[in-house]
DNA sequence: CGGACCACTATTTTCGAAAATAATAGCGGT
DNA sequence: ACCGCTATTATTTTCGAAAATAGTGGTCCG
C-alpha cells in the first residue's frame, strides 16, 4: 500500500488493479462502437480531458490503442478523430469477417468439447431471454449488445487460436459500428432470433457446411442492411 | 516555427512530420522483431529512457502501439516486457498466416493489374540481386530483409483489402521474430532464392492454384525450420 | 485586388516531477 | 528458525506545465 494514500478515499476511479489508461481506451472504445462519437468527429485534448477526467498523456495512450485498432485515426501533429465510415471499408470488413468468421467456425465444430456446446447454448438462451423482454430495439439495449456478442464470442470460442480470435474480435467491433450507425434508421428489426438458433444448432450437430453458409449469410445480410438504410451516412470520406 | 526554438538545433531527432512516439515505435518494433530485444526480456523505463533518449509518456504510447500489435506484452502495473514466443504461438502465427496470405495470393492474381506484376518482378529482381553479393547470411544483411519483405508485399499488395493487408503486416512482423530466432542456429539457408522465383512465375502467370500452393509450403516449411533449429528456444512460457 | 509574409492563437506533443503501486528487506513474535 | 507484518526501496503510472507545431488573420507590397 503507498504510503500517502489517504484512509478516505471516496470511490476507485477504476477497477482495482488496472490501469486508468486502460480503463479509458474501454470506455472510449464502447463510445465509439456505439457512435457516441460520430464517425469523423475531431478528438481533441479539452473535450476528452472534460469528458474523461484524465490528463493528456493519459488519453493519447488510449487514442493510440485504438489507433492501433483501426477505431480511431491518428494523423500526426494534427491530432486524433474517430475513424471515418465509407463505403469501402463496410465492405473490406465484412470480407474480412467473412474470411475468419467461417474459418473459426469450422474449427469449434470440429473441436468443441461439452463446454463448448453449453457455451453456445446458455448465452443464446440467455440473448433470447432478453429479446422477448423488448424486442423492438435491440441494439438499444447494453444488455442485449453484451449477450449477443457473447453468443458470436462463444460459437468461435473453441477454434483454438488466440490470435484469430482477436483478430476476430476487432472486426467484430468495426462491424458493431455500422451497425449502431444504421439502428436509428432502419424500420425493423430482421428476424434474427430465427437465424441465431438456426446457427446454434447447426454448430451443435456439428454439421460444419450448413453452420459456416448461415453465418456467411448473417453477417453479409447485417451489412447489407447497414448500406440499405445507413447509404447516406457512408458518402462522407 | 515555435517561437523559442534555438538556431543552432544540431540535427533533427526524428524524420519530418512524423512524432517521437511514432519514431520510438517504428525504432522498438524493429529491435524486437530482429530479437535485439530478447523474447520475454523486461522493457524497463529506466532502460529505455537511456537507450531511445525519450521520456517516459513517449515510451508508454509506443509500448502501448506494440502491445496493440502483440509484440509486446503489457502486464497491468507492472510493466511492460517483449512479447514471449512458444511453440503455440508459432504454429497460431503460421496457421494465420497461411489463412490470409493465401486468401490475398488468390484475389491479387484475380485483380492484379501490369503495375501489381511489374512490382513483383522488379522487387523479386532486387532480392536476388542483394543475394547474390552475399548468399550467406541473409537475415543478417538489413537490405535483405527489407527487400525479402517487400516482395511478399508485393505479391498481394493488389488484393484490394487495406484491412486485410495491415492483418497480414502484423503477422509478417510476428513470424519474422522466429526467423531471426532461429537464424543464428540454422546451418544453411535453404534454397529460398528458387522457392521466390517458382512463386513469381506462377503468380504473373495466373496460376492461382499453384501460386496459393507455394506459398503455403513456402510458408509452413520456414515455421518448421524455426521449430526444428530454435526448438530450444520455445519451451519458455 | 491578390498573395506572400509575419505575428498571434489554438492545439498537440513532450518532458520531468510527483503520486501510486509493486517488490524487497528487516524485524519481532511464536 | 519460520511465518507474518511493516518500513523501505524500486518501478510504474499519472499529472500539469512547458515546448513544438499547426492554424488563422491581418498587413504590406506588387
Redesign the pocket.
Known sequence: ??????DN?IR???EF???????ITHRLREEIVTCGLAPGE??????L?ERF?????????A?TALAAEGLVD???????RVAPVSRQDLVEVTDARVLIEVELMRRAIQKGDDDWEIAVISTLHRLKRIEQRDPEHPLRDPEWKIAHRQFHQALVSACGSATLLAIRAELFDRAERYRHLSANFRPRPRDKAGEHQAIMQAAISRNADLAVQLIETHIRSTADNVAKYAGHLLETE
Chains 1, 2 share one sequence.
Open positions: 500500500m503507498g504510503r500517502t494514500m489517504p478515499a476507485p476511479r477504476k488493479g488496472k490501469t486508468i489508461a486502460a480503463d475531431p478528438l481533441r485534448f479539452d473535450v480531458r477526467g484524465a490528463s493528456f498523456t493519459t488519453l493519447r495512450e487514442l491518428a494523423q500526426e501533429q494534427r491530432g486524433f
